[in-house]
């Protein structure tokens, strides 16, 4: 499919931004083209300017922006050259545009049926009853109701889910040729984002339109991507096809970020070869400008510039070493983190409800939870977004006072409110928020933020206690001097663990601390905290939605759905069958490199509301059994090895059942043959 | 996995204040005008005493309201007093009470809002609603009210207007404080300290008020501007500082009844009044802009 004219393609695109009196250059000579019919997927950490490139390609030129070479080629004409009236005919109707976030990008205040209506009129799409049943059929295209009333609802009377569907329609109002998506499932839990993918798996099939795919999560694109291009500083460092990228990297970088994929079917534990170090675009070298962070590089990669080259069939590589180092690179591997026997209870939940609101508003968080924490164990909450993680964590910390039930550290209840706690019990239970940039006060200086909890719990703190917490968490101690504003998101979380180190906690709480990092930082992060877990002996009451850091980083583990447990047990034995239901949706939602495309169409997203006496799942449950699981609360099933799951089902039917993991084929030649 | 350290890369904190001249160029114009009027002002007050041609109520200095000459530019009042140096001599006064009546009612204002918008619940109704009712007085009114409330042995009494010119700003700069406050106390910064257990105070005062600055320095500036005309109306009503203290606005009432026979006995002290105000509203405008805010300017 890449012999075919092209739809649309880049040539030689260098873009800058300005940045003070000067100029910064985010895009250096960046070449190459989409393919009919074709999803082509660009890839980078943060800052390696791929939003930029979706930017151009919509012909959207920011005052801050200055194009400083280059052609996009699109249905004959140059988009940079085109004038406003010229874009305006062009986007929306040819080239369409999915965003991040369809909450900000959805207009609060106008109805979405509406919004749709805007762009067909602004194409000239008829009168307005053809606008109406045009934009019923594209959401029943995109799996929404196709309902008038639906039409009439406003955004925030839709989930993300559906709203991403709506943005999604938006750009297909007008029959694209060419639609860009950029990172449009990346504010989604993943069985949601899974939906949207296979949404747009649906769609390509069905229209044949080109797609570029904006992400960091290299481990989508190879749901969805027919080729991939990685971008580094600016650059394209490699352009392959996807099975091949994933199999057979050929830059050093890509290598890197292929490695750090936390993979959910690696039982080995941390991936073969992280990246290690950052993007630090004010020391590039004007040779190859990964040379810093690159294994392999010599002397010269610092000063010879690395330009595409062709590297097998179908295939580019900026690497002028890369035939050299296609040897697999030797594994750096850390075994996984010994389990740990936990004789000793840390932290005991007995019982615990969570209701927000009264009377009739009331809603409940947390039904009846009971789970124990041992000392020096890693402890992973997981579920989608809504489940109650983050609610158990607060009433842990004493940010929420439980309804009923109670809470031990070490033997000894906590009362539920933190200022009730005595201050020993605050020191010793300490949290890790999931966004950095919120958690640090950003008129302090990073030594003002480790320096206060030692001076706060133990009355005392010099210079070298802050050095030997930098240290700790792998930072250099020149960072003390610096505010949060100056440092990059993974800096900042390394920062924010740091500071909960130094109070010397028995648990510390971690709520999604990885989800607001790049792949490569987490990667550095989880490396971090497998260290900490192995030396300092901390348990940790890890939350989180993604099932393969969790593999890796915990002891054992419990589902939650609702507000109520699914399963809970020991890390292996919840991976593997039998499974509850609701962890077997989870497992098959993960997206894995080469895992096989869900062969699903578009599905309407179960609304089910969760009945008060019966299962929490039930409604949502592929493997429900009637009336039962309405009605009646599952029994827990409970095997020899200490693994719990609440269903209705024996557990000789869940195990049946299971149809995780879907191993992926083994061998390249086969996975070609499939492509 | 090898136990990497990430080094520092230069941060942009040392560099940060280079070169004076090349800032002073970045500022807005208004800024550097506003600067100017306001560094004038000031040399004025601090070495005024000094060269002024005569004494604040030297009389007998000029022919009374012989008008304006090159020997009294601002004229000369009823009782012979030479109204340049009586404005220069008042320059003093008026700026020293004006910035501490609104420093007096800045510390109280952000004190009162801060508490009140990280406390939340009813604490937080009972003073903002308090405030409200303070606020929904015109702060004419309210500032008289206070000096009739104080009594006849406080009235002319400069602790007393500083007092007043504190009553009335410390409600408005508190509602700003608070609206800070609310924004801030939700950030996971105050849960973290809220969760360490410290203080409401220790909270308001190391994670609160330094994300407050920025807001405070521009509400400061902002009152500050209008405390002056506030003095001023003070005087002029005759509930401010009393005769011969060479206060503006007082000076102002003191002439208004030759305002057609020497003009310019009015328009002296009024010129100094107004060339003030204009100078900190545009510093303050300057200064909200620097700071990446904005500010309605106009008549409170």
Request: include cysteine.
């Amino acid at each position: 499919m890449i012999d075919a004219e092209p739809v649309i393609s880049v040539e030689g695109l260098s873009v800058s931004y300005r940045q003070g009196a000067g100029f910064l250059r985010v895009v250096e000579d960046v070449s190459f083209a989409v393919a009919p019919g074709e999803v082509f997927g660009l890839v980078g950490e943060s800052g390696c300017g791929k939003s930029t490139i979706a930017l151009q390609m919509l012909g959207y030129r920011p005052p801050a922006m200055r194009t400083d070479a280059g052609a996009i080629k699109f249905e004959g004409r140059d988009l940079l050259d085109l004038d406003r009236a010229g874009l305006d005919r062009v986007r929306g109707a040819r080239i369409a545009f999915v965003p991040q976030n369809p909450t900000t990008a959805l207009n609060p205040g106008i109805r979405v049926g509406d919004q749709i209506d805007e762009i067909l009129a602004a194409h000239g799409a008829g009168d307005s009853r053809v606008r109406v049943a045009r934009t019923l059929d594209l959401f029943g295209l995109v799996g929404l109701p196709a309902k008038l009333d639906f039409l009439r609802r406003y955004p925030h009377q839709l989930s993300g889910g559906q709203q991403q569907r709506v943005c999604i329609a938006m750009a297909l109002a007008c029959d694209p040729a060419f639609v860009v998506l950029d990172e449009p499932t990346t504010g989604l839990d993943v069985t949601t984002q899974e939906q949207i993918v296979a949404l747009l798996i649906d769609l390509r099939a069905r229209l044949r339109m080109s797609m570029l795919y904006v992400t960091h999560d290299l481990g989508l694109l190879s749901q969805i991507a027919d080729r991939v291009g990685v971008m580094y500083a600016g650059r394209m460092v490699e352009i392959a096809p996807t099975a091949e990228l994933f199999t057979d990297p050929k830059h050093p970088y890509t290598r890197g970020l292929v490695g750090s994929i936390p993979r959910i079917e690696d039982r080995s534990g941390l991936p073969a070869r992280p990246l290690r170090g950052l993007l630090q675009r004010h020391e590039l070298p004007k040779g190859c400008p990964f040379a810093p962070r690159c294994d392999w590089a010599t002397q010269e990669c610092f000063e010879v510039r690395q330009e595409l080259e062709p590297a097998g069939a179908a295939r580019e590589v900026a690497c002028w070493r890369w035939p050299e180092i296609s040897v697999p690179p030797d594994a750096r591997a850390v075994s996984q983190a010994p389990e740990i026997d936990h004789a000793e209870t840390l932290l005991a939940i007995d019982n615990v409800s969570v209701i927000y609101g009264s009377g009739r508003n009331a809603f409940v968080a947390l039904r009846d939870i009971s789970l124990d924490i041992g000392k020096g164990e890693t402890f992973a909450l997981v579920g989608e977004s809504g489940s109650g993680k983050s609610t158990l964590a607060r009433a842990v910390a004493g940010l929420i006072a439980p309804a009923e039930g109670t809470i031990g550290l070490s033997g000894k209840p906590l009362t539920g409110l933190v200022r009730n706690r005595t201050p020993e019990e605050r020191r010793l239970i300490q949290f890790v928020f999931q966004n950095p940039d919120a958690s640090l006060n950003p008129r302090a200086r990073i030594a003002k933020a480790l320096s206060r909890p030692l001076e706060f719990f133990f009355g005392r703190s010099s210079e070298a206690n802050v050095q030997a917490a930098l240290a700790d968490v792998r930072l250099d101690g020149k960072y003390a001097a610096r505010f949060p504003d100056e440092l990059s998101g993974g800096e900042r979380q390394r920062v924010a663990i740091a500071r909960g180190l130094v109070a010397e906690p028995s648990l510390l709480l971690c709520d999604e601390i990885l989800s607001a990092l790049d792949v490569s930082v987490q990667a550095s992060i989880l490396a971090l905290l497998q260290r900490l877990k192995i030396e300092r002996g901390i348990a940790m009451l890890f939350i989180s939605h993604d099932l393969a850091v969790v593999r890796m980083l915990a002891d054992r583990v419990c589902v939650l759905f609702r507000g109520d447990i699914m399963e809970i047990g020991r890390r292996d034995e919840v991976f593997s069958a039998p499974f509850h239901p609701y962890t077997h949706s989870l497992l098959e939602a993960v997206p894995t490199p080469l895992k096989p495309h869900p062969q699903r169409g578009a599905s309407v997203e179960a609304a089910g509301t969760p009945s008060a006496t019966g299962c929490a799942y039930a409604g949502r449950c592929a493997w429900q059994i009637g009336e039962i699981c309405e009605t009646e609360r599952p029994p827990w099933r409970e095997t020899g090895e200490g693994l719990r799951i609440r269903c209705h089902h024996s557990l000789e039917e869940l195990t049946r059942r299971a149809t995780w993991p879907n191993e992926p084929p083994t061998d390249t030649q086969d996975r070609r043959a499939m492509q | 996995m090898s136990a990497e350290t990430l080094s520092a890369p230069p941060g942009r904190s040392t560099s940060r204040w280079t070169s004076l001249p090349s800032l002073w160029r970045q500022t807005p114009l208004s800024f550097r005008i506003g600067l100017i009027v306001l560094v004038i002002h000031l040399l004025v007050a601090v070495t005024g005493p000094f060269w002024a041609p005569y004494g604040f109520s030297q009389m007998g200095t000029g022919r009374p309201l012989s008008g304006m000459s090159r020997v009294h530019p601002f004229g000369v009042d009823q009782l012979g007093r030479d109204i340049f140096s009586r404005v220069v001599h008042g320059s003093h006064i008026v700026i020293l009470l004006s910035l501490s009546g609104t420093f007096l009612g800045l510390v109280v204002g952000a004190v009162l809002g801060l508490f009140s918008g990280y406390v939340g619940g009813w604490i937080d109704e009972i003073i903002q609603r308090f405030l409200e009712a303070l606020i929904s007085i015109p702060f004419l009114v309210l500032a008289l009210i206070a000096i009739a409330a104080a009594g006849p042995e406080l009235s002319g009494n400069p602790v007393l207007i500083v007092l007043v010119v504190a009553l009335v700003y410390a409600p408005r700069i508190a509602r700003m404080a608070r609206s800070v406050a609310v924004d801030i106390a939700t950030r996971d910064h105050v849960t973290v300290a809220r969760l360490r257990g410290e203080s409401a105070w220790s909270v308001m005062r190391r994670e609160l008020l330094p994300n407050a600055t920025s807001v405070l320095l521009v509400e400061f500036a902002l009152r500050a501007g209008y405390a002056p005309v506030l003095i001023g109306s003070l005087g002029f009503l005759g509930f401010g500082l009393r005769p011969p203290t060479p206060e503006w606005g007082l000076m102002i009432s003191e002439n208004r009844a030759l305002i057609i026979v020497t003009p310019i006995t009015v328009l002296g002290p009024g010129l100094a009044l107004a060339s003030l105000v204009v100078g900190l509203n545009l510093f303050t405008e300057g200064l909200a802009r620097i700071l990446g805010r904005t500010v309605k300017l106009g008549v409170q």
